[in-house]
């Protein structure tokens, strides 16, 4: 239950040390006059406060944390869900603080090794290292949990610094930073553990502009620390996330609003110069690193990347054609207004078809996108209009518009049609100028209400809308718990999404294996199909990652049939899955041909272009043809599945038993060879491997027990050395065709140490 009281208590900290000593009519600005004097001085308590100035902000920064934390005292405890669980549990490089890990850390993409990707993000993946490493908190949720909890917090005190700074209210910034801290939308980038890229980068614009505006309060040599500080928060930034590139808009929009009306010059010639002298030269110079390190990034990431375009069942307006795409892009801008206004329906999902496409939809998601185009529009005029009788007002709107623009698809096209995490930046306009409507409210209702009293009790209209933001924040947390209450969630708050759908029956299926769950999931999985078939759509457009699931949860309803006694049942249940994942196949091999396509675009050799595609495909393909008795096909998919990640056994563990079912026992030896070379301790690809000796003839058995595991012998027969030999090289090769050189040396150096592989062996394979 929420702390209400508590919240009230907290808020009260923060916003009634102040007093609201505000006019009735309007709130004052603070434009300056001259370069040097950005902001009014604020070297005292508030208006009426016995308290001097750093201790109120010292009793404003804790009262700000202790909201911060009421909102997600619930948070704590939120599972690894979606990406999380990728990114702490399956990436290699976090395990450990180690020279090896720092080097893939800077040297891989962000996505390594769960698929490629063209995002370059090792600041955020260094600090998932640092938690699970250093912290020692490994797959414990808490201590992730903490660290987003103090970005968050930190984000939340630099807020009130800088509108405190252009403001020169403190009311008005405090208010501005806890609308901000208890904000529902921000559960996304908060409690989900991955929202730290979104935390980082909205700490380094944040830090950065606070020295900017520093910086810009001063002349001289003194400029130089804080323009020094602007340009290593601007790299690290970069390093975090793309989107931290945005301080140069944080910049360019303060010297417009406040430091551009003061420049000397009657002409615009002279006052571009003056422009080019203060702004440029003595400021924006110090952003320059970060520009060059950033594009350097991107360009290394696209040039080597196999990523060809976006998924057109994540964002269908990069497929659509451009007036479709923008009025479609302007309907999604008008939604992020109405959840920042009412924050009632959250979804952490809004794939296709949730937002249709415009003219794809009814007529009312037409009307909508014209009613927000109109929106947008006012806004946007209004804010030029004010910027000198009211530019914080200005900034608040522009600030809004300019930080969503990268990712709001109006500019480029990105991975997602609409995602909340995108709100965590762009909402602090949208608070800078909530916070302003609320105390005016506030002030109007207690002269309204209590004539004459004092106006502390203009503190109530805030309180109310922060108790209730709070609250639904406090409850938006337990969504996030785990994979069932958050897909169960996103299939309430956007139905009409498939990924909602399947992911829902995956976190029906992950919950409870048996059959009666199996049904509900395999429902809920073909609730997600019928969307994607409501139009034909073309290869490129498709999703292979339903019929993957399809393709498992059928086959498992065969097994079910099958141990019932039901063979005819359960062998069409067997077909079905191989249907949806033959589907599965021809998306993926089409994604394979394009990407190497555009490899070829981008001037890379072809024999530097390596296969890609989804192994999991494969794996799933392959057990349904062992269902069928189909060797051949489960030996071909096994095949494909090693070649798109060769460092899975599962790949080598088909192809194996598709070999020994076919009477081939010395390859189906070299397999399981190869995929104890993966995983060696794995017991029962030692004793596949027995019986494959012995029926090659081999006694005795060069295996010997070692509890837990085995170990293999191979002196006493030339066979056993000859048949590790050879699968040391074909597992070598494989990572050679996958241009894995760090694999190549794994695999030859442990051949050559444990196995006594020759190093000659491996000759053929070059440079690798």
Known sequence: MFRSSAFRCGISLVLALYGFQLPSATLPTSRVTAPASPSPKLSSGPAGSPLPGWVASLFTALGLGWLTWLAYSNSFTAGLVLD?????????RVREWSRENLQLVFTKDYWWPFYASDLYRPLTTLSYLFNYAVLGNGEKV???????YLLHWANVWLIFLIVRRLSGRRAWAALAAALFAVHPVNVESVTNIVGRADLLATLSILSGGWFYLRAAGVAGWRKIPWLIGLGLMAAWGVLAKESAVMICAFVLLYDWLWRWPALPGETLGARLGAALRE????GY?????????????RHWLVQNSPVFGQVFVDNPIAYAPPFAGFMTAILVLGRYLGLLLLPVTLSSDYSYNQIPLYGEGGVGEMLEAWVALALVAGLLVSA??????DPLYAWGVLFFFLMILPTSNLVVSIGSIMAERFLYLPSIGFCVVAARVWLWLGEELAKLLWPGSSRRWAVLVPLVVLVALGARTHARNQDWQDDLSLWQSAVHASPNSFKAHKGYANAIFGAQHDEATLDIALARSQQALAILDQKVLPEIQRDDTLYQDLGLFYRTKGDFLAQRGEPDQAASYYKLSLDVLLKAQAVDEFVNRTSREAGLRRGRAADEIPVVGNFRIYGQLGMTYAKLSDWRGMEEAGQHAQLLNPEEPIGYLLAATACFNSNRPLEAARKFAEALFIDPNDVSSWQNLDRCLVRLGIQPSPIVPNPPSYSLRTVG??????????????LAQNFAVAKRPDGVRTVRDRAVQAYGVPASVFDDLGKF
């Open 84 to 92: 999380n669980r990728v990114m702490i549990t399956v990436d290699p």
């Open 142 to 148: 808490a201590g992730y949990h903490v660290v987003n």
């Open 279 to 282: 702004f440029f030269l003595k």
């Open 285 to 297: 110079v110090a952003l320059a690193p970060a520009l060059l390190l950033l594009f350097g990034a």
């Open 384 to 389: 030029v209009r004010r910027r000198r009788s």
């Open 717 to 730: 027969d030339p066979r056993v050395q000859r048949l590790i030999n050879e699968a040391s090289h074909e």
